[in-house]
T-cell receptor, first 112, second 116 residues
Framework: RKEVEQDPGPFNVPEGATVAFNCTYS??????FFWYRQDCRKEPKLLMS???SGNEDGRFTAQLNRASQYISLLIRDSKLSDSATYLC?????????????FGQGTTLQVKP | GAVVSQHPSWVICKSGTSVKIECRSL??????MFWYRQFPKQSLMLMAT?????????EQGVEKDKFLINHASLTLSTLTVTSAHPEDSSFYIC????????????FGDGTRLSIL
């Protein structure tokens, strides 16, 4: 079983649609959680951290359920520029080693 | 925001060549840097953790004699792919964090390595 699992997609949605991505992780000792965005042939860029209380940044909402070991990302009012691969990322490390484990990514294509 | 720079951004070399990739944190000091590799249509896989002033910690299955890591200062880590072969062709990305493990890492812009 992969340590971080995502549905690879692709998700093809029209502009303005709402789309949700899910992610599960296997290690219950995981300490911090993130969503990154990666454009084709580019480095990943941090989209947002994910907290147990849930957090929102504009059109993006992230949720964490520690009991279910489940993370989600909701994108509202999709824009063409949202087309990218979204990486679910978990920090497995205790204390201060900062080791990130990446999911394989979910590809989003927003069409006009 | 934090900036991490990698150089070179693209390398094409003959088989057997050794290739050095630099990772610099431009506006902060990074005690720890990380090296990842990403094959086409796959996710990033951590190769090693680079610690300033000490030996790198390699992930299982990554040959330390093949991928030499040096972290000589708080702003620079280098990865040398020794005697590279076509199967080493990949996208190599470094990252650096400003502080504790729960701080988001900032990624370099990656190095695309192609071995002929």
């Amino acid at each position: 079983r992969k340590e971080v699992e995502q549905d690879p997609g692709p998700f093809n949605v029209p502009e303005g649609a709402t789309v949700a991505f899910n992610c599960t992780y296997s290690n219950s000792a995981s300490q911090s959680f993130f969503w990154y965005r990666q454009d084709c042939r580019k480095e990943p860029k941090l989209l947002m951290s994910v907290y147990s209380s849930g957090n929102e940044d504009g059109r993006f909402t992230a949720q964490l359920n520690r009991a279910s070991q489940y993370i989600s990302l909701l994108i509202r009012d999709s824009k063409l520029s949202d087309s990218a691969t979204y990486l679910c990322v978990v920090n497995m490390a205790p204390s201060n080693t900062g080791k990130l484990i990446f999911g394989q990514g979910t590809t989003l294509q927003v069409k006009p | 925001g934090a900036v991490v720079s990698q150089h070179p951004s693209w390398v094409i070399c003959k088989s057997g060549t050794s290739v050095k990739i630099e990772c610099r944190s431009l506006d902060f000091q990074a005690t720890t840097m990380f090296w990842y590799r990403q094959f086409p249509k796959q996710s990033l896989m951590l190769m090693a953790t680079s610690n300033e002033g000490s030996k790198a910690t390699y992930e299982q299955g990554v040959e330390k004699d093949k991928f030499l890591i040096n972290h000589a200062s708080l702003t620079l880590s280098t990865l040398t792919v020794t005697s590279a072969h076509p199967e080493d062709s990949s996208f190599y990305i470094c990252s650096a964090a400003k502080g504790p493990s729960n701080q988001p890492q900032h990624f370099g812009d990656g190095t695309r390595l192609s071995i002929l």
